[in-house]
């Protein structure tokens, strides 16, 4: 049994002695952790034997997360050659860190980093009968971005203040932190509770003493930014005079909107009642006589004087003058009363016998004033 296992440990000396030397030597961490826009380097050194003889190749690839997928070949090394330009996506931000990678030195830089170069990178040295192999995680991170300070509430003495800070990008987790730099006391009230998860300040019950300079610090394990916010907390208004100004002012534009309505109505009013008066007839005002009942006026009262002052003696002799019966129609008879023509300068006098043969009947005239009237 002693002798047995005398003879394995021979036989293990002897294969381990006639093992290929190919070993890689990095003792760095095995994840680097970096903001993006930055490089990374990752090690890869190794170590050749004598019994090392075959040709050199060196290969980077990024495993792939779904086993069912290729991994993707970043860059590699082979035939005194290094080919840098092989991926797409990194082409230009990747080669190696030593210009003859034979001398030990498999390194690459990656620069320019971004956030979907994070992944996990093999280094594969390969010279026969040798083969070796290291892992690396690299995880690209984005710092905090500038953050926004700001106050929720209004900021009056006795009302709760809320100071918020933002930082609209950055790679979780992300730490937010408080400080008072200006204006009395440097520490923060003491009524104030503080979240650093979602970088907020609530100051409860504000007195003047919070007013003052703060400043917001965020930061990752890549990066911080920083913002400044001025808080002045104001002693509370005048709520009563506030309330009987808006009284009064509300006041003032009811009783401008009634001026103006009034001014508009009466303006209205007058308007129409001018157009009225415009387009009314005077009922007590008779229209103008014309020319000729002018004429025929004055020649009927003229016949009916000379009709009042005749005596029964000369009636036959009116009977014979007809033209004193007629009222004048022509352009002549519309002359004044003036202007009337004379009746004619003889005329045949009928006696009261003749009238009776021709046929005529005797009339009493009443007697009559000049003007018309009966006497």
């Known amino acids: 049994m002693g ?12 294969f381990g002695g006639l093992a290929p030397g190919l070993e890689i ?58 080919y840098d330009d092989y991926y797409l996506p990194m082409k230009g931000r990747v080669h190696f860190n030593s210009a003859d990678p034979k001398n030990g030195d498999a390194s690459i830089i990656l620069s320019g980093l971004q956030a979907s170069d994070s992944g996990t990178y093999q280094c594969k040295v390969k ?23 700001y106050a929720e509430g209004p900021s009056q003495e006795g009302k709760d203040i809320v100071l918020r800070c933002v930082s609209s990008e950055g790679t979780s987790p992300m730490q937010y932190s408080w400080q008072k730099t200006g204006g009395g ?20 019950n504000a007195s003047a003493s919070a007013s003052g300079t703060y400043r917001c610090s965020v930061s990752n ?24 100004g808006s009284i009064i002012a509300v006041l003032l534009i009811l009783i401008i909107i009634a001026i103006i309505l009034f001014c508009c109505c009466r303006a209205r009013h007058r308007k129409k009642y001018e157009k009225e ?25 003229s016949q009916r004087s000379s009709l009042g002052s005749m005596s ?10 007809p033209q004193y019966d007629k009222i004048p129609m ?41 003007d018309g009237s009966i006497v």
Not at 3 to 14: A, F, N, Q, R
Not at 129 to 139: E, F, N, Q, V
Not at 190 to 203: E, L, N, Q
Not at 281 to 295: F, G, Q
Request: net charge neutral.
């Open 221 to 244: 394990r890549v990066g911080s930014e920083e913002c400044v916010l001025q808080l002045n907390v104001t002693p509370p208004p005048n709520t009563a005079g506030i309330i009987a």
């Open 25 to 82: 030597t990095s003792t760095g961490p095995a994840s680097i952790e970096k903001a993006s826009g930055q490089s990374a380097k990752m090690d890869c050194q190794f170590s050749l034997a004598s019994e090392d003889t075959g040709p050199l190749d060196v290969e980077w690839s990024r495993i792939s997360s779904d086993s069912r997928s290729e991994d993707q070949v970043v860059i590699f090394y082979s035939g005194d050659r290094a």
């Open 277 to 301: 008066i415009c387009n009314e007839i005077r009922e007590d005002v008779p229209p103008p006589k014309s020319r000729v009942s002018t004429a025929r006026s004055f020649t009927v009262g």
């Open 185 to 204: 006391s440097l520490l923060l009230p003491a009524s104030s509770v503080m979240d650093p998860v979602a970088g907020t300040v609530t100051v409860r």
């Open 312 to 321: 029964p003696s000369n009636l036959h002799e009116y009977a014979l003058k």
């Open 127 to 149: 010279k026969a009968p040798g083969i070796k192999s290291r892992k690396m995680l690299l995880m690209v991170m984005t710092k905090p971005s500038k953050p926004r300070c």
């Open 3 to 14: 002798v047995s296992v005398i003879l394995c440990g021979v036989l293990l000396s002897l």
């Open 330 to 370: 022509s352009e002549e008879d519309d002359r004044p009363p003036s202007h009337a023509p004379l009746p004619p300068p003889t005329a045949v006098k009928m006696g009261g016998p003749n009238l009776s043969r021709m046929g005529a009947i005797p009339v009493m005239i009443p007697a009559q004033n000049r």
